[in-house]
T-cell receptor, first 114, second 110 residues
Framework: NAGVTQTPKFRVLKTGQSMTLLCAQD?????MYWYRQDPGMGLRLIHY???????AKGEVPDGYNVSRLKKQNFLLGLESAAPSQTSVYFC?????????????FGPGTRLLVL | RKEVEQDPGPFNVPEGATVAFNCTYS??????FFWYRQDCRKEPKLLMS???SGNEDGRFTAQLNRASQYISLLIRDSKLSDSATYLC???????????FGAGTRLFVKA
């Protein structure tokens, strides 16, 4: 049981390049999230998904797109990377339920945009 | 005003000390509250949920004050291994999202 995994762990991009971050979970969780974490700031929600085939915008969605084609995977895309997107990206998942339950996080992807 | 605010610290305490962190939240309708721990360059992990009546888990005690809209975390008999950043987490009522505070950094020294 790997929990939540993320690939890649680290990436360097040039401004204008594109890339996709992959998040996978093996806990059969309905909800999945993408956050970014910057120094001195809390985790900020980029996009989230409440089930296969559905996505929604979070607090800071601009410059990112997502897809949830399979329940276990949640992809985050950067179409044209900018230096402001240099950050640590965390994916998380949690089980379905009216009561907010624990989120389980992946190990993070460190992205540097030059 | 930020939705969830924490004192960033850092708190520098000796081993064996008792240390307390507070966190305030702005949405009075919030229902669920958590403390997460994040080690340097690692992902956040749940430390404990916070219940209305307060709850304890070993050396850790969490309290909720709905009237003043704050939650607290008390760590007794601090260990070197408690050095980390502690994140306050509050749910968004009616939705699927939670808001994370920026975290309070704790250093426990020998």
């Amino acid at each position: 049981n790997a929990g939540v995994t993320q690939t890649p762990k680290f990436r360097v991009l040039k401004t204008g390049q594109s890339m996709t971050l992959l998040c996978a979970q093996d806990m059969n969780h309905e909800y999945m999230y993408w956050y970014r974490q910057d120094p001195g700031m809390g985790l900020r929600l980029i996009h989230y998904s409440v089930g296969e085939g559905t996505t929604a915008k979070g607090e800071v969605p601009d410059g990112y797109n997502v897809s949830r084609l399979k329940k276990q995977n949640f992809l985050l895309g950067l179409e044209s990377a900018a230096p402001s997107q240099t950050s640590v990206y965390f994916c998380a998942s949690r089980a379905l339920g009216r009561e907010v339950k624990t989120q389980y996080f992946g190990p993070g992807t460190r992205l540097l945009v030059l | 005003r930020k939705e969830v605010e924490q004192d960033p610290g850092p708190f520098n305490v000796p081993e064996g000390a008792t240390v307390a962190f507070n966190c305030t939240y702005s949405n009075s309708a919030s229902q669920s509250f958590f403390w997460y721990r994040q080690d340097c360059r690692k992902e956040p992990k749940l430390l404990m949920s916070v219940y209305s009546s307060g709850n304890e888990d070993g050396r850790f005690t969490a309290q909720l004050n709905r009237a003043s809209q704050y939650i607290s975390l008390l760590i007794r008999d601090s260990k070197l291994s408690d050095s980390a950043t502690y994140l306050c987490v509050v749910n968004i009522p009616g939705g699927f999202k939670t808001i994370f505070g920026a975290g309070t950094r704790l250093f426990v020294k020998a």
